[in-house]
């Protein structure tokens, strides 16, 4: 490690401080703590600093905080990656790989014994949606029902926030609500790790395919940091420890995505505020 990107790291006392890394909550908070710590640790071990975890309740409050530089990188939701990216120039670092491939869905699910089989099923049925600003939780089927010429207020009986994938699973399964959308990925990962939590729900629809949350940094940190952190996560699966770390998050590798993987949000996006 160079001492200018060590340098950078310290602070008016001269002892080091901490990388803060903000990760969006796509599964409850408790449990995102628990899959990522140790790539956090792993993060902060190549690094050569300790990393601290900053969790929030919502998207945009990770956003805003990276907009302050009060965060060294985040791991955002793509809906969030496009608002940053418009309002502050949020950029990106690197991307997961799952599956084959950068990109991931949008899944409607509906109880196991629900009825409801397509999309048309669910009007006037309750609904849950993750965060306000979650592309696969809330733009997704806010954009599938604009093109039907309705909203969620017009469409759904009611709608609630659940601030996690995994309790929109959760909150279909145990028939609090009659459908949720949820990340494809979330549902896949539980559908192979924990297969009790989606027993209860069925798939009923699955949107197109989107770029991949990303991983962001702010436009203006330093160019050293940027480059040490992408280097160090590029680098993941060539490593047997952090290849082990990625094998557990089911992650096959980080790539350096293209912004117009993001092309097809910023088209939903466009498209409700034009009708708002």
Same mark, same amino acid.
């Given at each position: 490690?160079?001492?200018?990107?060590?340098?950078?790291?310290?602070?008016?006392?001269?002892?080091?401080?901490?990388?803060?890394?903000?990760?969006?909550?796509?599964?409850?908070?408790?449990?995102?703590?628990?899959?990522?710590?140790?790539?956090?640790?792993?993060?902060?071990?190549?690094?050569?600093?300790?990393?601290?975890?900053?969790?929030?309740?919502?998207?945009?409050?990770?956003?805003? +905080?990276?907009?302050?530089? $009060?965060?060294?990188?985040? @791991?955002?939701? =793509?809906?969030? %990656?496009?608002? #940053? *990216?418009?309002?502050?120039?949020?950029?990106?670092?690197?991307?997961?790989?799952?599956?084959?491939?950068?990109?991931?869905?949008?899944?409607?699910?509906?109880?196991?014994?629900?009825?409801?089989?397509?999309?048309?099923?669910?009007?006037?049925?309750?609904?849950?949606?993750?965060?306000?600003?979650?592309?696969?939780?809330?733009?997704?089927?806010?954009?599938? +029902?604009?093109?039907?010429? $309705?909203?969620?207020?017009? @469409?759904?009986? =009611?709608?609630? %926030?659940?601030? #996690? *994938?995994?309790?929109?699973?959760?909150?279909?399964?145990?028939?609090?609500?009659?459908?949720?959308?949820?990340?494809?990925?979330?549902?896949?990962?539980?559908?192979?790790?924990?297969?009790?939590?989606?027993?209860?729900?069925?798939?009923?629809?699955?949107?197109?395919?989107?770029?991949?949350?990303?991983?962001?940094?702010?436009?203006?940190?330093?160019?050293? +940091?940027?480059?040490?952190?992408?280097?160090?996560?590029?680098?993941?699966?060539?490593?047997?420890?952090?290849?082990?770390?990625?094998?557990?998050?089911?992650?096959?590798?980080?790539?350096?995505?293209?912004?117009?993987?993001?092309?097809?949000?910023?088209?939903?996006?466009?498209?409700?505020?034009?009708?708002?």
């Amino acid at each position: 490690m160079s001492d200018r990107i060590h340098t950078r790291g310290r602070n008016a006392h001269g002892t080091v401080e901490p990388l803060r890394i903000a990760i969006a909550a796509v599964v409850s908070p408790k449990e995102t703590a628990a899959y990522y710590d140790e790539m956090m640790r792993y993060i902060g071990a190549k690094f050569g600093r300790p990393v601290e975890i900053v969790q929030k309740k919502t998207y945009q409050e990770i956003n805003d +905080l990276l907009e302050r530089r $009060e965060l060294d990188v985040a @791991f955002v939701c =793509s809906g969030p %990656y496009v608002a #940053g *990216h418009r309002k502050f120039g949020m950029e990106l670092l690197v991307a997961p790989m799952l599956y084959g491939k950068p990109f991931y869905q949008a899944y409607f699910i509906v109880p196991r014994d629900s009825p409801v089989n397509d999309i048309a099923g669910l009007r006037r049925k309750r609904f849950a949606f993750t965060d306000p600003s979650s592309n696969t939780g809330a733009l997704v089927p806010t954009y599938v +029902l604009s093109r039907m010429g $309705e909203t969620p207020e017009t @469409f759904f009986k =009611s709608v609630i %926030y659940t601030y #996690g *994938h995994d309790n929109s699973v959760r909150a279909v399964a145990k028939g609090v609500v009659d459908g949720a959308s949820v990340d494809g990925l979330i549902w896949e990962y539980y559908s192979d790790k924990d297969p009790a939590l989606v027993r209860g729900a069925r798939v009923i629809y699955r949107s197109p395919l989107y770029g991949i949350p990303p991983v962001v940094v702010h436009p203006q940190a330093p160019g050293p +940091l940027k480059q040490r952190l992408r280097d160090i996560l590029l680098g993941m699966h060539k490593d047997p420890e952090g290849k082990k770390i990625l094998a557990e998050l089911k992650i096959e590798k980080f790539i350096v995505p293209s912004d117009s993987s993001y092309d097809t949000v910023r088209e939903m996006q466009k498209w409700i505020e034009k009708r708002q």
